[in-house]
């Protein structure tokens, strides 16, 4: 086996693993017997438990990360590129949600979860920041808002949602579907706005009666 395919391997075996019996007993003594590999060579290619640990960690947010977004064409249009992130991270969430939950809770690696995951949300907040305010016209803040709500909800509903049957196919196209409509009503809203004081000013403009 390559090099490559046996570090991938061996990943797929710690994340089997961790899945499977939790990280209270985790080691790469027991990763290399689920593996079918001896000690020494997973010593190779993570001398310390943390190393194998920080390695999974890396590939998930690969997996999830914003780099997907920052490929994309910049002309892209909005309304594919919300949809199908938002349907990424929910079967994202539905199917290995669980690894990064798991590795939070382990304290060599749990500063560092945070973190990554602390940087990817912003990463990801501030493509669509861009986005929305270029497509809807509405303030920056107000883009911050609805980009922050956007990309946190799965993390935070995704299990519930999983929990009572609702597919991730189906809740990213209705979370996409409301976070559409909300953002058409911002722009309305807006652009009323905007056209209030135009109309008051042009009425202060007009001619006076002698």
């Known amino acids: 086996m390559a090099p490559e395919e046996r570090r991938e391997q061996l990943l797929d075996s710690a994340v089997a693993y961790v899945l499977d019996r939790g990280l209270s007993d ?4 027991k990763v290399a017997a689920l593996a079918g590999v001896s000690v020494p060579l997973i010593y190779k ?3 310390k438990r943390e190393d194998i640990l920080k ?9 999830l990360g914003a780099r997907k977004l920052a490929a994309l064409p910049a002309d892209a249009p909005l309304e594919p590129l919300i949809r199908n992130s938002q349907k990424h991270g929910f079967e994202y969430l539905y199917e290995r949600g669980p690894i990064i939950r798991l590795l939070a809770s382990d304290r060599a690696v749990s500063d560092l979860v ?3 995951g ?3 949300r912003a990463a990801i907040t501030e493509h669509f920041i861009d986005r929305i305010v270029e497509t809807y016209g509405v303030p920056r803040q107000v883009a911050q808002v609805c980009s922050i709500l956007v990309v946190n909800a799965p993390i ?9 049957g609702v597919t991730a196919e189906e809740a990213a196209d209705l979370w996409t579907d409301f976070a559409l ?20 000013k042009k009425r202060s403009a007009g001619p006076r009666g002698d």
């Open 55 to 63: 390695a999974v960690l890396e590939r998930e947010y690969q997996y």
């Open 114 to 116: 945070r973190r990554r």
């Open 156 to 164: 935070l509903s995704g299990r519930a949602l999983k929990r009572v």
């Open 45 to 47: 290619y993570f001398p």
């Open 26 to 29: 985790f080691s790469l003594e």
């Open 181 to 200: 409509g909300g953002w058409l009503a911002l722009q309305k809203r807006f652009q009323q706005q905007e056209k209030k004081p135009a109309a008051r």
């Open 118 to 120: 602390k940087d990817e």
